[in-house]
């Protein structure tokens, strides 16, 4: 219905301009209303058809709740360029929304139709815009079918249109008829607890800047009221200037300082003030000369401005005249006989100390060059380069240090987003706005300066949701620097012991165990090699803008030097979720310092609850806290056969939110046992001493073992 009501009002200014587009006289109407509420009315638009140039001008003024807008048929009119012959216009929004109260997709379709009009989309103005996860719409006219496929595979990112959460394409040339379509095998109804709807609209690319809270809400209809602005180019006729300059009763360039333009839209004409005039080219005399004396930006002229008709005129002061366009003052006098040799002599000292200057910097240059080639080539450099052109590596990028200086604004302390033990982590932004973390290790020793070019090459092709994702490194310095992707939210750290007021659920610190757990069993069990991690702590788990956990600095045992022993095992970092506190505390009693050892302590005595977080300790958790107790007991089993593998712990851990997210299955006992799962370890001797059990050993039973 709503498009039938459209194509009739569009059709309907159609005919009124067809109609009106016989010869009548042109140039300004008098006793016209040349405003409605703020927007100027400037001829060849009028209020009223009989106010226009003809009936494809013809605008209305209408009072809605004491402010008065302009129409055209149904669009509102915001804005008017007589210049650059534009006008922007509010449009409608196509949609298509899942509905899960009745568990099927709704839409609605915009069709708009300005063949037989003035207007054209602007295609040097405008752009088709795609918003939603899972969503592919296209546009379809007489002579084009466009649109575009947005998902969110990627991670959207705000002000960003290239596929993830949006995507863009250009509006073609003379584009009037536009209507719209959803690809129906593409929608939201298994995503709709988090992306509920589509959007697909022609609007002013200047207009629009994406933003994530499209996603998860209607908010792109809410910002933009159910319309957004697009930008209309028009033509007085549809006919070149050279015929309608045999029609003079009708021709509408009627200014005498004005000059007819054909249209680059589509055919037609339109009218525009000679150079150096200004004003409306469709009324007499309505092009007036531009003083370009009083503009001194756009006209510049360090002398003398004299205005001319169209035109003015810079000369210099008295006592001066022009070189090259510069006014510079004249020579009275010759120089004298001595002046040239001292001045020859000066010439020539300043070209010998600029020459000398050149060769010591040429020389240091290429000495710095030699010496960033020898650690490009030290740390494996070369067969990194080969293996990535071989591979077509494009995700993985070897970064010259300039790049990351420029990157990181010199290394600048305000960058800095954290100290660690091996180094110091800077924010950058690359030149195509990218943000990076870049990690500046501190020390390495000459094994691992050796093998450090087969470790990135292990280390580039770990691509996993929950953990953050390594760009490239810096190999041309002493000790190489790493390259990471920038997570916005900070550290877990930050979240479990910040000063930040926030109530952390359980099921939120569960979620985050559980992505922390299937990245560390990614990197157990998929990755070729295997990697231990070898540092997992809280300040290690990074978080992203919707606080889903992001692990990082996995290659920190690889790049550390391996008289540092620092496994760390998950459970720590679990507990101190649980708990809110340090995993280590040296002002403790020295049987109270390790978390691991109190926790095992309280599970010993019975006596969990005192220290639990009390924002989690209630009787509704308690028996999901003993849960992730009991998981947590058996990781901290002194044998690795005696452990969970990682993916194991993932796959309880995953349960046990299942179960809490869904209350029903806990009325059921059958359901909650096939949910949680029987244990497959009982630790029944307590703890035992870790006595000269090395870590290198573990570490090496851990990755056969893949635990």
């Not at 959207?156 to 949006?166: E, L, V």
């Not at 240090?401 to 033990?421: M, V």
């Not at 049987?591 to 050892?597: D, R, V």
């Not at 007991?633 to 044998?639: E, G």
Request: aromatic share 8%; glycine share 8%.
């Amino acid at each position: 219905m709503a498009k039938l009501l459209l194509s009739a009002l569009l059709i309907c200014i159609s005919a009124i301009w067809v109609v009106a587009a016989a010869d009548v006289p042109v140039g300004g109407r008098g006793g016209c209303q040349t405003r409605c509420g703020n927007l100027d009315i400037p001829f060849p638009f009028g209020i009223g058809d009989q106010c226009a140039i003809h009936g494809g001008f013809g605008l209305e003024c209408k009072n809605d709740s004491g402010t008065y807008r302009t129409f055209i048929g149904s669009f509102e009119v915001t804005k008017i360029s007589v210049p650059d012959a534009k006008a922007w216009m509010k449009t409608g929004i196509s949609w298509q929304c899942y509905d899960p109260a009745i568990k099927q997709m709704n839409d609605s379709m915009v069709w708009q139709n300005f063949t037989d009009t003035p207007y054209r989309f602007s295609y040097t103005d405008n752009k088709i815009f795609v918003i939603g996860c899972n969503t592919m719409a296209y546009m379809t006219s007489d002579s084009y079918v466009i649109g575009c496929l947005s998902t969110c595979s990627d991670e959207p990112k705000n002000g960003s249109c290239s596929g993830a959460g949006c995507c863009s394409v250009d509006v073609p040339p003379d584009l009037g008829y536009v209507e719209a379509y959803f690809n129906k095998d593409y929608n939201t109804s298994r995503i709709w607890s988090y992306s509920r709807c589509g959007y697909l609209v022609v609007m002013e690319k200047a207009a629009f800047s994406y933003s994530t809270t499209y996603i998860p809400s209607i908010n792109f209809w809410n910002v933009y009221n159910g319309t957004v602005p697009a930008v209309m180019d028009w033509v007085i006729r549809r006919e070149t200037c050279d015929e309608a300059k045999t029609n003079m009763s009708s021709y509408a360039c009627v200014s005498d300082k004005s000059e007819c333009l054909n249209s680059t839209n589509g055919q037609g004409y339109r009218c525009k003030c000679s150079k150096g005039f200004d004003g409306n080219p469709y009324i007499k005399d309505g092009c007036i000369d531009i003083n370009e004396c009083l503009d001194n930006t756009t006209y510049p002229c360090i002398g003398l401005c004299q205005n001319t008709m169209g035109s003015y005129v810079c000369s210099c002061h008295q006592g001066q005249h022009k070189v090259e366009g510069v006014c510079v003052p004249d020579q009275k006098n010759q120089k004298s006989a001595w002046e040239m040799p001292v001045v020859g002599a000066s010439v020539g000292f300043v070209i010998l100390v600029i020459m000398a200057t050149c060769s010591y910097l040429i020389h240091e240059r290429r000495k710095l060059q030699h010496i960033k080639q020898k650690y490009f080539k030290l740390h494996g450099g070369l067969l990194l380069f080969q293996e990535m052109n071989s591979n077509e590596r494009k995700s993985f990028t070897i970064f010259s240090e300039a790049e990351l200086q420029q990157a990181t604004n010199k290394f600048d302390k305000n960058q800095i987003l954290g100290h660690g033990g091996h180094g110091t982590v800077y924010k950058g932004l690359l030149k195509d706005s990218t943000e990076i973390a870049v990690k500046k290790c501190m020390t390495m020793d000459e094994q691992h300066k050796k093998e450090f070019g087969k470790e990135m090459l292990i280390l580039s092709q770990i691509n996993h949701v929950s953990i953050v994702k390594l760009l490239g490194c810096c190999l041309e310095v002493q000790v190489p620097m790493l390259v990471y992707e920038f997570i916005p939210n900070g550290t877990l750290s930050n979240l479990i012991h910040g000063n930040h007021g926030q109530n952390i659920s359980l099921v939120t610190r569960l979620r985050i165990a559980y992505e922390s757990a299937e990245a560390l069993a990614y990197l157990h069990s998929y990755a070729s090699p295997p990697i231990i991690h070898g540092d997992v702590k809280s300040s290690n788990i990074l978080l992203d803008t919707n606080f889903m956990a992001k692990v990082s600095d996995f290659g920190a045992s690889i790049l550390a030097p391996i008289d540092k022993p620092q496994l760390v095992t998950l459970v720590q970092g679990t507990w101190e979720l649980l708990t809110r506190k340090n995993v280590f505390n040296l002002d403790a009693p020295e049987n109270e310092k390790s978390l691991s050892i109190r926790f095992l302590s309280a599970m010993k005595e019975n006596k969990l609850e005192n220290i639990l977080d009390d924002q989690i300790s209630n009787n509704e958790n308690m028996e999901f806290l003993e849960e992730v107790a009991d998981l947590a007991k058996q990781c901290l089993a002194m044998c690795g056969e005696d452990r969970p593998s990682m993916k194991e712990v993932a796959e309880k851990l995953d349960r046990l939110i299942k179960v809490m997210q869904h209350p029903w299955a806990q009325q059921n006992p059958e359901e909650l046992e096939s949910l949680l799962g029987e244990s497959s370890y009982v630790i029944s001797s307590g703890v035992s001493s870790t006595g000269n059990f090395s870590i290198e050993k573990k570490v090496v039973k851990d990755l056969e073992s893949g635990r």
